[in-house]
């Protein structure tokens, strides 16, 4: 059974926030009169009242990046989370850009904690294949200041992660070496990480600008996820 909700009428949006959500399985409820943003709003307003996980199925990656930033906006406590849809059929001959496939797998590696705040999913999205839960888990590497790591097998270690070795990072899923210093771009981050190494030992760990080159924040650590969504070996 269905029924239509107004809102952003309620005399007390935030406590009257519950009466406008389904009260069981099965349940629907149409929330109608969202113009502009005031859907991202009622979203918002939604997760800050009930304590569970919000899945929103939205037509796009543009409408979901919208929906993003306005909740983001409107509750910065709720926690968002994308997994946006690859934007590219069966038969294409080229890959999901990196910036996609290093946003699917940052919401991939942290869904399995996840009990509060809000997926946001595209139709497409949703109908494609994830990833196996044990690939994102086992494929990742986490590296701290003062630990001690060989240097050739840090290099092959990227290379089974599925990192691409470069003379310079741009984008996730890249890696660059230069004498102690080595550049790596993990997926799910914005920016790339520099380790410097002296001799065996993980001197420094430092967020830098990949366009200018300069250190942004040094860190303890950085971890690494894997820069496939699937496993590329005999046993997949």
Known sequence: MSSTADVTNHPSFFHRIKDALPTAAGKHVV??????????????????????????????NREQER??????FFAPSVDVYELP?????????FSPHADIVSQRLAT????????????????????QRLSPRAHVDASQLKL????????????QTLDQLGYIKVSQVHEPGEFAIRGHLIDVFPMGQHTPFRIDLLDDDIESIRRF????????K???????????????????
Not at 67 to 72: G, H
Not at 218 to 236: H, K, M, S
């Open 85 to 93: 849809a690859w934007e590219t059929l069966a038969y294409d001959q």
């Open 67 to 72: 929906f993003a930033k306005e909740i983001a």
């Open 144 to 155: 701290t200041t003062d630990s001690k790591i060989d240097h050739q097998q840090l290099r």
């Open 209 to 216: 600008d990949p366009d200018t080159q300069r250190s942004i």
């Open 218 to 236: 040094t860190l303890d650590q950085v971890q690494l996820l894997p820069a496939r969504e699937y496993p590329f070996n005999p046993g997949a």
């Open 31 to 60: 929330w109608g009169q969202l113009y502009g943003s005031s859907d991202s709003y009622a979203l918002a307003q939604a997760a800050l009242a009930d304590q569970g996980l919000f899945v929103i199925i939205v037509n796009s």
């Open 108 to 127: 991939l590696a942290k869904l399995p904690n996840v009990k509060h705040g809000i997926v946001l999913v595209t139709l497409d999205g949703i109908m």
